[in-house]
């Protein structure tokens, strides 16, 4: 059988690791980096990967569309690693031009541009795979069987979730969209939540719904918004989900505290209590008659390019992709709501602020570069954390107050895009 062919727009950024997904799927004879869409100021930054690429036989193309005007003569599936705000619109193009379609993380900036996606993926007859690499974690993958169909669990009853990984300034400057809520006449939505430790609010919607494949469904939704960068959007985000399946779901999210902390999570269900820690890939589950079990993630990459791999099993044997377009719907109609219940994203005063300098430990790497930290922001989250509070119920007085409304949904409803757009 012959490779599947990859598209890939874009070799800078969060594309690099597209490309080396593909190569390790090539190394294993299953796929082939055929083309590359690189725009005008990437091609001067990266000449030399070009003249490399055009060696190997692999077509550049300045636009995308100047690839879908081909059609799939020179791919089978494109890979969208774009800004959020660009996920919906081109992954609909690339169907309706015949490709299949894995789309980075998360499907798009609103739940009415996932339901279009889901309209093209099924009206062409496309894949369209959403890249949430941590579903691909063996540990996940094994407490999800673990949970699911009346397993030793027992139903999940809560999830809580701690992931503190600081950001530098660079890394809100690194392209036009980070940190953004909107750009130009399209939204965005970037935050913690959204993007960096979207798998994770992702991961407990998945684990909450005692069902092989599908997520939980938002019932309802309520979140404090922060920001300490000069962003416009949130870099600190406490979020609570109540589920429609009864599932209570709290997370503490932040790019401004003084060091890593998590990812960690911590399920709570009728029969165990299970703690996983991301940063180790293990899970500890104790059952309520004593009983013990670990788990652990298998070592190599294959859960970190899992999507891609699975997307190229589909193909092959004609099947559904462990994460298709729609199962991530409830994601983001949780990220509606979460601005919705929080519009007003409050400011920390600079006197709660100190800028130092460090090593940034996420592309793109930089030594010694400017950090804004939150003062005594990493014992708050972790309170947070374990009471399952929000900032407004501890804080200091000096702390930032924010208005917090709970907003309700149905699970095939939406949040208006025009009240989004009144962000603040």
């Not at 209590?273 to 899970?283: F, H, M, P, S």
Request: glycine share 6%.
């Amino acid at each position: 059988m012959q490779p599947i062919r990859f598209a890939v727009i874009g070799l800078g950024g969060y594309a690099q690791v597209h490309v080396q997904a593909v190569r390790w799927l090539a190394r294993k004879g299953l796929a082939r980096l055929s083309a590359v869409v690189v725009r005008e100021q990437e091609s001067r930054q990266h000449a030399e990967a070009i003249r490399r690429l055009r060696r190997q036989d692999v077509r550049i193309f300045s636009d995308y569309t100047e690839l879908f005007a081909e059609s799939t003569t020179c791919a089978d599936v494109l890979t969208v690693p774009t800004g959020i705000h660009q996920h919906a619109e081109i992954s609909i193009a690339a169907m309706q031009a015949g490709f299949h379609v894995y789309c980075e993380k998360p499907a798009a900036a609103t739940v009415s541009e996932v339901d279009r996606m889901i309209s093209a993926a099924d009206g062409t007859g496309r894949l369209c795979t959403i890249g949430y690499q941590y579903l691909y974690n063996t540990t996940i993958r094994d407490l999800k069987k673990m949970i699911c169909c009346g397993g030793r669990t027992g139903a999940v009853r809560s999830i809580r979730v701690l992931c503190g990984w600081p950001r530098s300034e660079a890394y809100y400057q690194r392209n036009e969209w980070a940190g953004r809520l909107r750009l130009n006449e399209a939204l965005v939505l970037d935050t913690p939540a959204n993007n960096a430790m979207a798998h994770f609010l992702f991961n407990a919607l998945w684990l909450a719904k005692d069902d092989a494949h599908s997520t939980a469904q938002p019932r309802r939704v309520e979140a404090e918004l922060f920001r300490a960068n000069d962003i416009e959007s949130a870099d600190t985000v406490l979020l609570r989900v109540l589920t429609h399946e009864g599932v209570s779901i709290f997370l503490v999210f932040s790019h401004c505290g003084s060091r890593v902390l998590g990812p960690e999570m911590e399920i709570c269900c009728e029969q165990a209590t299970i703690r996983w820690q991301g940063g180790e890939g293990k899970a500890h589950v104790v059952f309520s008659n004593g009983e013990e079990e670990e788990l652990s993630e298998n070592a190599g990459d294959e859960w970190r390019y899992g999507g891609f791999l699975d997307l190229v099993r589909a193909l092959r044997q004609g099947t559904e992709p462990v994460c298709p377009v729609w199962l991530t719907r409830a994601h983001t109609l949780t990220i509606n709501a979460m601005h919705a219940s929080c519009p007003r994203i409050a400011t920390i005063p600079d006197d709660l602020v100190e800028t130092v300098r460090a090593d940034e430990i996420v592309p793109p790497y930089r030594t010694q570069t400017a950090f804004r930290r939150v003062r005594g922001l990493d014992g708050m989250l972790h309170k947070a954390f374990a009471q399952q509070l929000f900032f407004s119920a501890f804080a200091t007085p000096e702390w930032p107050r924010v208005a917090r409304y709970p907003i309700d949904l149905d699970p095939r409803g939406h949040v208006p895009e025009g009240q989004l757009f009144k962000l603040q």
